[in-house]
């Protein structure tokens, strides 16, 4: 290899400088060359390569009999990431994972790698997943500001094109990305290659050869190297120069196309190590090969492709024959050596059928997607259907199927192993499988049938259980009696409680009976919450949390989010946000991303409601980090944004949540999920204004209205009848506990969350009277026993204001304590409105020298009397919007104030800190600091 990089002055500077860019700065950049084979691409990554500074270094390179086999070219990432085997429920590899856990844990083990630098080469061929999982770690980096460097190089291809476009787009800072079109060498550059390759030249020959070589540095080293004045035949001439040995080597790890150590390569071929070492030796002086004992290649991919091209037909076949042998032999389980290993028996004409069972039952076989999921029917429609290896396939084929949600498929090949297995459980097992399917497709009559075929081929407690709790889910979700479902999904539950009971069962059998009985307890769960059941709810999620534990780690942490679904509805918060608390904390821990957003989303809304913002403000950005990590994937029963604005609702910039949700609900096609945004914005909005906001008040409500009849769910229906009673009382529409059904009418006991509410509405019915006094003190009271302390807060101000006309004093100081609870808290929305209602009677509201100027210091140099320590609390509030950029009026309506106060204000600043504008207000470090904190959350 030469020594110096010649002629990539420009582009080597031009890569340092985005990487200059992201250790400086802590972001993520990205380095993108793209250009012709034999232009440099290569040595031009390993050069900048070498000149970056990192902590972690992993290379990833793609390679073309690899493009289609899923995490190929990932392989040293994962080696690299490798977490120990206790940490990732699964396995011990972290490619037996399904594919977003593993995205999730590659960028869990790097986050703490300090300064990572990520090569991608040959990036035409490099493999979809793989890419998507560099996709997903770059755009975890640029939420969470990771110092990932990442250089990539390919050549100009459509899929390349795709590739620098999405980079793109993810980074849109001009400094943190470059695309680099490679050009070949102008000819100075191109001689003095030359020059450096064959010292003593004559200037006309190097000329010569720039001018053959069309300015490619390969092609001049390749010339150069023979002698000769042609591209093809100074290749041609150093193949032909082989010893037979060299040649057949050479032909091997052209077909492997991957690298290969010298033991594997001496096993393929069954040689002696000492011959494998002389042919290996050969080659690499010859150019033709590069790296070491444990990783000889193809020095280049268009010395490949030459040879390629000239292996005989007779000789190709054996040589895939020896590959996908010693891949096979390799592989294990790891479901992307084993798609390689396809591919070259393909290749061979050999029939795939065993190998493709083999792949379907990997414990990988999920990353396959549906170009796989294809691929494997294609072989199983083509085979025997008799052969247990095809009967095996199909069943492989159709879990693949269902857990990639293509239900069509999943169908198909359940049912047609179902009629085929010799085995009476397996035959019971896939005829489940194909009735979950077709319940997913809505075809209740054939789900029905599957259910009846499971029972007669088999009666084993565990398939009688499985067929229960999907006709309970039929009853539930599809034919929507919820009664019966609920009585169907107890009557299961009780079935398994006798049959784990029974000490006879092998452990393999046990292990089957607890997964059938947490089935059978999610049927009943989800019957206790239609049918609003509220005991019943508590003592299954109870139940689940006792025996999950032996079904896995997983199953455990499910059953601890129903726990906190349950405790939540019997508003026992503290409750909930310790259970959803442990769930998110062990769904991170095991990489299980789907179940963390779940978890959290439910642990900071309870964070938030107990008074915690700040808490469940920091965990609103973590989990809308991890969210948008996934791609902001729908998650059934859950919208994780709507909980995260209703923390910038009171945290954040009101309006910017407010708009948010406005634009959520254009965005949400499912009425269930609609329903509770219109909510939250009605009983905001409500609370907000009662006068100006009454007609979006009206709006949403009835919004809510129409989809609360669309969506169907009477619990829902129900909640939604109740909020809405508050909402309609304080803009003065007389609707108190309009759609709230007599059950909710009970004790404080009973459902006190419920109670608490229905109390409430009645006391902002009352006015000023007596018995409206006395409903809103003993809500609080309610309230504050529930540990509900931001609800408190907003009931402190309601009750203030019934005060009003009975006793001003006690009304100012009602504000003044709701004012001073929600600031300990980090309500600012709610601290404003309460200041908000102290001005109106006159009451002061603001501190000098209050905790926002504690620290703060002046401004730079040259800017007249900087010093903002002198401003009141209010002033710096003001004084940093300013700053941002923000106008009087957006200003006023954010802090709820009046545009006039807001003016005065400014003035008075200005004048304070002896500045004449706006603009120079503006040039205030410290105030623009003050303003760094974000507004909104996930977006």
């Keep these: 290899m030469i020594g110096t990089l010649v002629g990539r002055t420009a582009e080597m500077a031009a890569l340092g400088d985005v990487a200059g860019v992201a250790a400086a700065t802590g972001r993520p950049a990205v380095g993108l060359v793209i250009g012709a084979a034999g232009l440099g691409k290569s040595r031009l990554l390993r050069e900048i390569g070498d000149t970056v500074e990192a902590d972690l270094r992993i290379s990833l390179v793609g390679y073309e009999p690899e493009q289609s086999v899923p995490l190929a070219a990932a392989r040293p990432l994962l080696s690299a990431v490798q977490r120990d085997r206790d940490e990732l429920e699964g396995g011990p590899e972290p490619s037996w994972l399904e594919p977003v856990r593993l995205f999730e844990a590659t960028h869990q083990a790097i986050r703490g790698a300090g300064r990572v630098l990520l090569t991608l080469d040959d990036l035409q061929w490099m493999d979809g997943t793989s890419v998507a999982l560099c996709h997903y770690l770059l755009r975890a980096a ?23 476009a999405s980079f793109a787009r993810r980074i849109t800072d001009p400094t943190r990305f470059v695309q680099l079109e490679l050009d070949p060498l102008e000819q100075a550059a191109g001689m003095e290659l030359v020059r450096l390759l064959l010292p003593g030249v004559d200037p006309e020959r190097a000329a010569e ?44 790890l052209a077909v492997s196309a991957r690298p290969s150590s010298d033991r594997d390569l001496a096993t393929q071929l069954d040689w002696a190590p000492d011959r494998l070492a002389s042919a290996a030796g050969s080659l690499r002086a010859a150019g033709l090969i590069s790296g070491g004992p444990l990783a000889r290649q193809v020095a280049h991919d268009l010395i490949r492709a030459a040879v390629v091209r000239d292996i005989p037909d007779e000789l ?49 076989r999920r990353w396959l997607g549906a170009d796989g999921l294809r691929d494997l029917s294609a072989i199983a429609d083509g085979a025997d259907r008799l052969d247990p290896a095809a009967i095996e396939l199909d069943r492989g084929i159709a879990e693949i199927a269902a857990d990639l949600g293509d239900h069509g498929t999943a169908l198909d090949h359940f049912a047609r192993a179902s009629e085929r297995h010799p085995e009476r459980a397996a035959q019971a097992h896939m005829a489940l499988g194909a009735a979950r399917a077709a319940h997913a497709l809505g075809l209740i009559t054939e789900t029905r049938a599957y259910l009846d075929r499971a029972r007669r081929v088999s009666d084993v407690p565990w398939v009688v259980i499985e067929a229960m709790a999907v006709e309970a889910e039929i009853l539930l979700w599809s034919e929507h009696r919820t009664t019966d479902g609920l009585s169907l999904g107890r009557a299961a539950a009780e079935v398994a409680r006798e049959a784990v009971a029974d000490g006879d069962v092998t452990p393999a059998e046990r292990t089957r009976l607890v997964h059938a009985y947490l089935g059978a307890l999610e049927a009943a769960f989800d019957g206790a919450l239609q049918t609003d059941d509220l005991t019943e709810l508590d003592r299954i999620a109870d139940e689940m949390i006792e025996i999950a534990p032996t079904a896995g780690t997983e199953a455990y942490l499910r059953a601890l989010h129903n726990g906190g679904v349950a405790t939540r509805h019997l508003g026992r918060f503290r409750d909930a946000a310790r259970l959803y608390g442990e769930a998110w904390a062990g769904a991170r821990k095991h990489a299980l991303p789907i179940l963390a957003v779940e978890s959290g989303t439910g642990a900071l809304s309870a964070l938030l409601r107990l008074g915690q913002v700040e808490k469940a403000r920091a965990l609103a950005a973590e989990v809308a980090a991890l969210y948008d990590r996934l791609g902001r994937p729908a998650i059934h029963q859950v919208r994780p944004m709507r909980p995260i604005r209703e923390v910038t609702l009171s945290s954040g910039d009101w309006r910017v949540a407010v708009a948010e949700l406005e634009q959520d609900l254009l965005d949400e096609s499912d009425p269930h999920y609609r329903l509770s945004t219109y909510l939250l914005l009605a009983v905001w909005l409500s609370r907000i204004d009662r006068v100006a906001m009454a007609d979006e008040v009206e709006r949403n409500l009835a919004g809510g209205q129409r989809d609360a009849a669309a969506a169907g769910c009477p619990r829902c229906a129900a909640e939604f009848g109740l909020r809405a009673a508050e909402a309609s009382a304080r803009i003065g529409r007389s609707e108190v506990g309009s759609g709230v059904p007599p059950a909710w009418r009970v004790t404080a006991t009973a459902r006190p969350l419920e109670h608490a509410y229905l109390r409430w509405i009645a006391g902002l019915e009352g006015g000023s009277s007596d018995a409206a006094l006395a409903d809103l003190a003993e809500t609080l009271t309610e309230l504050t026993a529930l540990g509900l302390r931001l609800e408190a807060v907003w009931l402190r101000m309601d009750l203030a204001r019934a005060m009003e006309p009975r006793d001003g004093a006690a009304a100012i100081e009602g504000y003044r304590t709701a004012s001073r609870d929600a600031g300990a808290m980090g309500a600012l929305t709610q601290q404003r409105l309460a200041d908000q209602e102290l001005r109106r009677l006159g009451a002061r509201t603001w501190r000098r020298h209050g905790p926002a100027a504690k620290g703060i210091g002046t401004g730079p140099s040259g800017t007249p009397n900087a010093d903002v320590s002198v401003l009141s609390e209010r002033e710096l509030e003001i004084a940093g919007a300013v700053a941002a950029g923000h106008s009087n009026p957006e200003i006023a309506a954010r802090l709820f104030l009046s545009r006039r106060t807001v003016e005065h204000h400014v003035s008075t600043i200005l004048r304070k800190l002896d500045l004449r504008n706006r603009t120079e207000l503006a040039a205030i470090d410290a105030l623009r600091a003050m303003e760094t904190r974000p507004q909104s959350l996930g977006d």
């Design 142 to 164: 640029e939420h969470e500001s990771g110092t990932l460097t990442m250089m990539a190089a390919g050549r100009p291809t459509p899929t390349v094109a795709d590739i620098a």
């Design 209 to 252: 050869l720039w001018a053959i070589a069309g300015g490619s540095p390969f092609w001049i080293a390749t010339m150069a190297r023979s002698g000769l004045d042609s591209i093809r035949g100074s290749t041609a001439a150093r193949l032909r120069q082989l010893d037979p040995d060299a040649a057949l080597v050479l032909a091997l």
């Design 316 to 364: 190709r076949p054996q040589l895939h024959r020896h590959v996908a042998a010693s891949l096979e032999a390799q592989a294990t389980e790891d479901v992307s050596l084993l798609w390689t290993a396809l591919e070259h028996r393909r290749a061979a004409g050999d029939d795939p059928l065993a190998l493709a069972a083999r792949i379907a039952r990997s414990p990988g």
